[in-house]
């Protein structure tokens, strides 16, 4: 008997601490959310911008100049190979977040051809790949904040954009969960590079917001490109910390919408209260 009510004392206890976890998790998870919104909103705006100076560039920069200059952000390669950016989660108590993930990446790449390279944002997806036959490049760690979201970029940009021979892609492309309604979420791609013909199209026939006219700042060195790759270099930037606001914020999601864990929790909480009264 003695050892019956100490086995009860011990799963009463087990019981209150995971009543604090879940309330801990659950605040947490609904406090990320709001600042990775807020950090979204201004996104957009910030993207918006560089959207209509790029299309201004479009406008009055020749098409083979522009072609050229971008052909040069990378080596020529001989094959098509595709690197694949895939975010994820370090941390559980997610659900299926980093199953649907890995499903759509693995979905994804069926239907590129040629080669790829796969790099994962966040070590628990990193598994899930892996254990789906897929070779990884790299993992980079997941950022805890808005503020260590710059970092990342910026290594993301370098390892998969750089120099070195083992970055010669033809394409680039980002696989991420966003938040579609409410607290659901979808998994999504984005061809980050080459800059995609139609998207260039639709730039170059926005309207200008203001009357006041814009122009090119540099136009007369070397047909304003210094002008354009800096636009570039934001819109690559801004897109891939766009990706990972979106992730982590669904990731943040994930965890409030854990009903058939945080029942069974309960469902021992509850047997917990009742035996404490």
């Not at 050892?3 to 004392?9: D, K, R």
């Not at 895939?86 to 080669?115: A, H, R």
């Not at 606001?245 to 864990?261: K, M, P, V």
Request: glycine fraction near 6%.
């Amino acid at each position: 008997m003695r050892q019956t009510i100490a086995s009860l004392e011990r799963k009463i206890k087990v019981a209150g601490d995971l009543q604090t976890v879940v309330h801990t998790m659950n605040a947490m998870a609904a406090s990320n959310i709001g600042q990775y919104d807020k950090s979204k909103k201004s996104l957009s705006d910030y993207y918006r911008n560089v959207e209509l100076s790029l299309g201004l560039c479009f406008r009055e920069i020749s098409i083979k100049s522009i072609t050229n200059d971008l052909i040069s952000l990378k080596k020529d390669s001989t094959s098509k190979k595709s690197g694949v950016v895939v975010f994820g989660s370090d941390q559980g108590l997610v659900g299926q977040f980093n199953n649907i993930i890995t499903e759509y990446t693995v979905k994804t790449l069926n239907n590129l051809p040629g080669n790829h390279r796969v790099w994962s944002v966040g070590d628990r997806v990193q598994g899930h790949l892996l254990d789906a036959g897929l070779e990884l490049g790299g993992t980079f760690d997941l950022p805890n904040s808005v503020k260590a979201i710059t970092p990342l970029v910026g290594q993301i940009l370098v390892e998969t954009l750089g120099y070195d021979t083992e970055s010669n892609f033809d394409e680039l492309y980002l696989i991420y969960n966003h938040i579609t309604a409410g607290a659901a979420y979808e998994s999504t791609s984005m061809k980050l590079f080459p800059i995609d013909k139609t998207w260039r199209s639709n730039l170059t026939q926005q309207d200008w917001p203001t009357q006041n006219l814009p122009e090119v700042i540099g136009m007369e060195k070397a047909m304003g490109l210094p002008t354009f790759k800096a636009l570039i270099q934001e819109y690559l930037f801004v897109s891939v910390f766009r990706a990972c606001t979106e992730s982590l914020a669904s990731e943040n999601a994930s965890r409030l919408r854990q009903t058939s864990i945080n029942e069974e929790l309960f469902d021992v909480i509850s047997g917990f209260e009742a035996l404490s009264k």
